[in-house]
């Protein structure tokens, strides 16, 4: 009634003069948010009435106080929404924006944003406090773990009290910050609780309502769809990041075809594309059935693996199944996926995670496509090694051709390759050096061919005319070289082998750094081999003169630095006592000669290089293939891409007589007819038909004009030679255009005079194949026949190491009385099932053959004997249950096994062995039968 009176009155209000004086509280969402107070200078009480209107103000208030909070979240959070629809920072960062928005709507001091992934979270943005380590996953502490589990936002009066008796970080950070009161709600992103936001106070009287709660809900939303536009633009970013890399390991792999190398691009390419603790990669030999792993490391450290057989683990399931395996270890996972090559499996990548689920759908399709191209470069190593094997190959064969013109120099070439390779690898030379070394070494006399024989062969002095002429040999082998793509780096070596280190030398007085390194070394192994051969002028010196000749020019003729390493070579061989030099001296002819290659056709193409007639090349690059392949459809197929590359057509095709003169075979195709190969083409069907019938070529201006056209429908110009040998017709050459009138007589010329020389390769390849078959094969049952199965053997007996071998021969019984009594055609359906049988119950790599009238024998290569009689068993078991296809049984047989693990048997005494086994059981099983 007297508020000056009050002791607990407020000074402040007393000094105002207040005498009586009237309080109500102001109460939103049932919290005590305010009061409303009213004051009188005199003494006069309030009643009843006084305080009734006082309670109707305070609920006004309320309203008014309970509107204004909603409109002032409401605008901020329509005004953060605004701000991260347009985000384009991190997670992180935008989320650090929504917790500083959040401590300034709340007037906080904790705020946190956690990201949840399973049963674990880890801090996204935080205020008022500090994280060791943020990017971390840990458990979620038991405010979240409520609000995970119940899916809405949670208040607790006192966050330590609720959370007493239990360990956890989050705990710790709160006792440390005075944490009281706080509240938590769910971030929820397609239905799944995906993060938590929290927001707590270090002041002890403070607590929140109903409306905080609704608010922190309309940050949690703006949260989930920051994190979802975030997540996007990971994904988006981490697909380009994927695709880049993958792009880039494409183009490294094209340079590479070391088949470590390439696995060890593709682990440096995997440690951006997925999880990768641990790696392999191992390619998978189908022959022997093991895998070779190229490539294994834990973390950083890389090593080359060893070859291991085929198991059950998960690598071997791979192979088996053709599929990706995602095996776990304890939190481990492990992403196994085959390396496929059209449709070819050639072996097994596989990346480890420290955790359980870290492969999902879109790292195992990255995985696999790592895997593909890692396949591919594989694929592309062995064509380019067989091409770079046919390459040298074709380099000797040229080689020789020079060398064979004076039989003072045979072999003189490959002498000098090899002692100019061991000079570059002495200096230690790069794998590309080395290659031009021994290449150019091979070559460096190519240009002798158009030295006249009675200068190369003169045993006196030459004459200086004569020496002007044989001068000359550097430029022009450099000249017929650069004329041909493959050997054109090889120019510079060829060009300057006789130029000196003191500029003394020829064709173009080169001196010291001038000359290259590549070229010194074929220069000093030149004149060493020189030294140490019988020349038609001289005499042949030993190794020790030339050592000597060779330090005495040291300087003067020689880079001093070729002459340290090959003096160190030297040096090297006689302490060791290896004689290695001196072996040189003993390289043949024989070793170079005989290669399949374009040697010839170099030679020819040297000789004439002035004549770059279209028709020439064409017959330059055919000589070559022919001489190379033997299989009849890889030589179609090149033969036509040579055709139409050299004549510069985008479109042909390659037909044959199909067996039996039934029809026309596609053999190969370039352009739209492309996908007509391998088919057969009735008797009477296209223009093909009609040139082989008559023999003559066929000019179809437009195509769609003339009945007889059969092809693709969008082809208008078609030009068709035959191929035939005399009166014998092989098939047809033909090109095609969308184009009408596209060839003229020039093109009807150049076709027709190849068309006999692929002809005649044609009809070699498809008689080679023919007897070769026929020479290694019974007629029979198709199986391979006793020479095969003896050079087999031979071959298998000549392998050194204590790999057991083991041989069956088995005889049919029965088989005469079965002739007599159903007839011979029914004995021959008998031999052929029994071959059936003999040949699906083996494993791979093993070799059934039919050996005699009645007799097979097999084949064990690594199988011991008890394996191998096993084995037999089996097969003898399946024939016994066997039927042919008139339901008449098979005839049993009788079987022996012997083997050759010492290695000490013949090939003859060991298939004598294995048949005296086979006639002990014959005739164990005659004393079994009753008389």
């Known amino acids: ?534 020349r038609a002028y001289k005499q042949a010196q030993t190794v020790e003169w030339a050592c000597a000749e060779m330090e005495r020019c040291k300087g003067t003729q020689f880079d001093p630095s070729v002459v340290d390493a090959f003096i160190r070579v030297i040096e090297r061989d006689r302490q060791q006592g290896q004689g290695y030099l001196r072996r040189v001296a003993g390289i043949e002819h024989e070793e170079i000669e005989n290669i399949p290659g374009p040697g010839s056709a170099l030679e020819q193409f040297a000789v004439s290089a002035h004549a770059h007639g279209r028709q020439l090349a064409i017959l330059q690059r055919l000589a070559s293939e022919i001489s190379a392949v033997l299989d009849i459809d890889e030589l179609a197929g090149r033969l036509l891409r040579i055709v139409c590359e050299a004549m510069g057509y985008e479109n042909g095709f390659l037909l044959t007589l199909a067996d039996r003169g039934q029809g026309l075979l596609v053999r190969a195709a370039v352009g739209p007819s492309e996908p007509y190969t391998g088919q057969i083409l009735p008797p009477g069907t296209g223009i093909s038909w009609w040139v082989v019938e008559h023999g003559v070529p066929q000019h179809v201006v437009d195509a769609k004009k003339d009945p007889r056209y059969y092809g693709p429908p969008d082809i208008n110009c078609v030009l068709v030679v035959p191929l035939q040998l005399g009166d014998e017709r092989v098939g047809v050459l033909g090109i095609e255009s969308p184009r009408t009138q596209a060839f003229g007589r020039e093109d009807e010329e150049l076709l027709t005079a190849v068309s006999h020389q692929v002809a005649a390769a044609l009809r070699v390849a498809k008689l080679h194949q023919a007897a070769k078959h026929a020479a290694a094969t019974d007629p029979l049952t198709a199986l391979p026949n006793r020479r095969t199965f003896f050079d087999r053997l031979r071959a298998e007996l000549a392998k050194d190491g204590d790999a057991p071998v083991s041989v069956a021969v088995l005889d049919v019984n029965g088989l005469k009385q079965r002739n007599d009594e159903f007839g011979h055609a029914a004995g021959d359906e008998a031999l052929v099932r029994i071959g059936q049988l003999l040949t699906a119950g083996v494993r791979d790599g093993d070799l059934v053959a039919r050996i005699g009238g009645d007799e097979f024998a097999v084949l064990f290569p690594s199988a011991p004997l008890l394996v191998a009689e096993r084995a037999m068993r089996r097969l003898a078991e399946s024939i016994a249950d066997g039927r042919v296809a008139d339901g008449k049984g098979l005839p049993t047989i009788a079987w022996g096994v012997a083997d050759a693990a010492t290695r000490t048997f013949t090939v003859d005494e060991l298939v004598d062995a294995a048949d005296r086994a086979m006639y002990r059981q014959k005739q164990k099983m005659r004393a079994r039968l009753p008389a």
Do not use: C
Not at 202 to 221: K, V
């Open 1 to 534: 009634d007297d508020y000056q009176k009050e002791p607990t009155g407020l000074e402040e209000v007393k000094a105002l003069g207040v005498r009586s004086m009237a309080g109500v509280p102001i109460v939103v969402q049932g919290e005590i948010v305010a009061t409303l107070m009213i004051g009188r200078l005199a003494v006069r009480p309030f009643d009843a009435d006084d305080l009734r209107a006082l309670e109707g103000l305070a609920g006004h208030a309320a309203v008014a106080l309970r509107n204004a909070r909603l409109l002032e979240l409401s605008r901020r959070l329509e005004s953060l929404s605004r701000e991260v629809a347009t985000e384009t920072r991190s997670l992180e960062d935008v989320m650090s924006h929504v917790a500083s928005d959040i401590a300034t709507a709340y007037d906080t001091e904790i705020v946190m944003v956690s990201r949840v992934k399973g049963d674990m979270s880890r801090v996204l943005a935080h205020v008022g406090f500090e994280i060791a380590e943020p990017a971390k996953f840990i458990k979620p502490g038991p405010l979240a773990r409520a609000v995970i589990a119940r899916r809405e936002a949670i208040v607790v009066r006192d966050y330590l009290s609720d959370a007493k008796n239990e360990e956890h970080p989050g705990i710790t950070l709160a006792e440390k910050s005075g944490l009281h009161a706080a509240m938590g709600a769910p971030v929820i992103v397609a239905g799944d609780v995906v993060g938590v936001v929290m927001v707590g106070t270090t002041d002890p009287h403070r607590s929140f309502d109903a409306i905080d709660r609704q608010g922190l809900a309309g940050f949690a939303q703006i949260a989930a769809a920051a994190l979802r536009s975030a997540q996007l633009r990971e994904d988006r970013d981490r697909r380009i990041r994927r695709l880049s890399a993958l792009n880039v390991l494409a183009w490294q792999l094209a340079a590479v075809h070391e088949p470590y190398e390439i696995a060890r691009l593709a682990y440096n390419a995997a440690g951006t594309l997925v999880p990768r603790e641990a790696f392999y990669v191992a390619r998978f030999d189908p022959d022997k059935r093991e895998f070779d792993f190229v490539l294994q490391a834990d973390g950083e450290d890389v090593w080359r693996g060893e070859r291991q057989p085929l198991g059950t683990g998960a690598t071997s399931q791979v192979v088996m199944s053709g599929e990706t395996q995602v095996a776990h270890n304890g939190t481990r996972a492990t992403a196994h996926v085959p390396l496929k090559s059209r449709g070819r499996l050639v072996g097994v990548l596989a990346s480890q995670a420290e955790t359980f689920d870290a492969f999902d759908d879109e790292d195992l399709m990255v995985l696999q496509s790592l895997g593909n191209l890692v396949a591919t470069a594989f694929e592309n190593a062995e064509h380019m090694q067989q091409s770079r094997e046919l390459y040298l190959a074709s380099v000797k064969a040229l080689a020789a051709a020079v060398d064979a013109r004076d039989p003072y120099t045979r072999s003189h070439s490959a002498r000098v390759a090899v002692l100019a390779r061991t000079v570059a690898e002495e200096m230690r030379l790069g794998p590309d050096e080395l290659r031009r070394v021994q290449l150019g070494a091979l070559l460096h006399d190519i240009g002798k061919i158009g030295i006249p024989d009675a200068i190369l062969n003169k045993p006196g002095p030459l004459t200086d005319d004569e020496w002007v002429l044989m001068r000359t040999h550097p430029a022009v082998g450099a000249s017929i070289l650069g004329a041909v793509e493959p050997l054109r780096d090889l120019v510079p070596i060829v060009r300057t082998h006789h130029e000196r280190y003191d500029g003394k030398g020829y064709p173009d007085g080169l001196n010291a750094a001038q000359i290259p390194i590549e070229s010194q070394i074929v220069a000093a192994a030149d004149a060493f081999e020189v030294i140490v051969s019988r």
